[in-house]
């Protein structure tokens, strides 16, 4: 009891006794996560009401991600699983015209959908401003940004080459070059100047030092959100966590200890094996002449100079009265593989990866386990594609789309007050592959017959266009007729016996009567 609590109570013991069980209904709670008994004193977090962390936060949780994917196996091949499962060879465009929304024919439908498809083919090889990459490996990049950085950001820019088909192109941007200038307003946050509800009205992008490193080039280049039409003239995208967010998160901000702890733990325990494997021989003069001989000897020799390390085949000489010592930590233990399993799983609940795609490992499961495992890993995968899609790869697409209109490559009558419907598509990513074919054919093929699914659903999860599916297959089937080749069950059918025509009765044979015997 302090010295108030022993004032209160010598002046009146009732409100003393209030104030103690004041404190004890203080420190419990009806939530176990929210106690303050000694247990959970040292539980101190400290309340924020900011959605976004601090700009030194967020700059050091982006340099120890890009560290972690530079230098850790486990965060690079995380990283390569993500990306490689949800953007993988690109995300493709199907469009897909409503005829009854435009009010148009179906053919006529079907004719602008092969004109816009034409249009997005031939503008993806051209689709970086820098001339590098395709609009693929922008995916690629763009999702790798995003995984490591928590955010991306890309400017639509106009290149003025005259050997480029369409004149739209995307600059990629570094996170970090998305700062608040020295002389910032009270409405700038994080880099972007907010409106009045919240909503970004200019980026503060800071100019690009192209590859020199002066850190004190801290000039800033005012870009708007949008244009007078409404085009995003800055693509920033970040999974949003919290309302009012205004920067992404690295993916790996809740699991950076972990790996440096894992990290740390298997170097010690590589170091530890090293130092096992090595075959040392000591030697210890006895004789106290040779031992002040050898103490003035040449150091590069090795004679008489002190030992710092050892190495496999190691002999040295020692003084007289020196020893060795020799530290047997017996590592590694009985708990490493454990250990190892267990950080392994913590991190992939995390990231929401099975344990087995973290280590790409199916050694030690069985056919169900791993069905299961893939199909969990296969809905995160998908929840990603289709927010990614619309988040950075639609945007693109609208305004690529627009462009050709006015280029005349699209007959799209009352495109401005159809925009939407003309810019509407399906974004198909690469196919999951199969478990078992055999079962999963049929299972297709059972829920299209029973009205579950469509062709354009199971095709899509193969990566496969349903329309060039059928086309392919259309022409496939003319050359094998004009070839006049027969299919396998053409041949089957054929050499099985014809079950429409009854086989012919055998003649009934009368059985004989049983004569009895007298």
Same mark, same amino acid.
């Given at each position: ?319 007289? *009265?020196? &020893?060795?010592?020799? %530290? !047997? @930590?017996?590592?590694?233990?009985? $708990? ?7 950080? =392994? ?83 198909? *990513?690469? &196919?999951?592959?199969? %478990? !078992? @074919?055999?079962?999963?054919?049929? $299972? ?7 009205? =579950? ?66």
């Amino acid at each position: 009891m302090n010295l108030i609590d022993s004032a209160i109570s010598a002046i009146s013991p009732s409100w003393a006794l209030k104030r103690q069980m004041l404190r004890r209904a203080m420190l419990s709670s009806a939530y176990k996560g929210a106690d303050h008994s000694r247990l959970r004193n040292n539980w101190t977090v400290f309340g924020s009401d900011e959605s976004t962390p601090a700009d030194s936060e967020l700059s050091l949780l982006r340099d120890r991600s890009r560290d972690a994917n530079r230098n850790d196996p486990i965060a690079c091949g995380a990283t390569e699983t993500l990306k490689t499962n949800i953007v993988g060879q690109g995300l493709k465009p199907q469009s897909r015209l409503r005829p009854e929304m435009l009010g148009i024919s179906p053919e006529r439908a079907r004719d602008i959908q092969k004109q816009i498809e034409n249009v997005w083919q031939t503008w993806q090889p051209y689709a970086d401003s820098a001339n590098r990459m395709d609009f693929a490996e922008m995916q690629l990049l763009a999702m790798t940004k995003i995984i490591e950085d928590g955010e991306v950001l890309a400017l639509p820019v106009w290149a003025t080459e005259p050997w480029r088909p369409l004149s739209r192109s995307i600059e990629m941007i570094e996170a970090h070059r998305l700062g608040t200038p020295m002389n910032k307003a009270a409405d700038v946050q994080a880099g972007i100047r907010l409106g009045k509800r919240g909503q970004p009205m200019t980026y503060f992008i800071r100019r690009s030092t192209d590859g020199k490193q002066n850190i004190l080039d801290l000039k800033y280049t005012p870009i708007s959100a949008f244009d007078s039409a409404g085009r995003p003239k800055v693509l920033h995208v970040f999974p949003t966590k919290r309302p009012g967010q205004l920067r992404g998160i690295p993916w790996f901000a809740p699991v950076l200890s972990l790996f440096k702890d894992l990290a740390d733990y298997l170097e010690a325990e590589i170091v530890a094996a090293r130092v096992a494997a090595c075959l040392a021989v000591f030697v210890t003069k006895q004789d106290p002449m040779m031992s002040a001989i050898s103490m003035g000897a040449d150091s590069e020799t090795g004679a008489g100079s002190r030992i710092q390390s050892i190495e496999p085949g190691l002999v040295s000489y020692l003084n007289t *009265g020196e &020893g060795i010592n020799v %530290v !047997d @930590p017996k590592r590694p233990g009985d $708990s490493f593989p454990s250990y190892v399993e267990t950080m =392994l799983r913590l991190i992939g609940v995390s990231l929401g990866l099975p344990y087995e795609l973290i280590l790409k490992d199916f050694s030690k499961t069985n056919y169900s386990s791993a069905r299961a495992s893939l199909l969990e890993a296969r809905r995160m995968f998908t929840n990603w594609r289709g927010w990614f899609s619309r988040r950075f790869c639609q945007p693109i697409y609208d305004m690529v789309i627009e462009e050709a209109f006015l280029r005349d490559m699209i007959d799209a009558p009352n495109f401005y007050e159809m925009k939407a419907e003309y810019c509407r598509a399906a974004w198909i *990513g690469g &196919g999951w592959g199969w %478990v !078992d @074919p055999v079962k999963e054919v049929q $299972s297709s093929q059972m829920a299209i017959d029973a009205g =579950l699914t469509t062709l354009a659903e199971e095709a899509a999860g193969q990566g496969r266009d349903w329309e060039e599916v059928l086309e392919q297959r259309a022409r496939e089937q003319l050359k094998i007729r004009e070839l006049g080749i027969q299919s396998a069950a053409e041949s089957e059918k054929k050499a099985a016996p014809d079950q429409d025509e009854p086989e012919p009765d055998e003649p009934e044979q009368e059985e004989p009567e049983n004569e009895e015997t007298e």
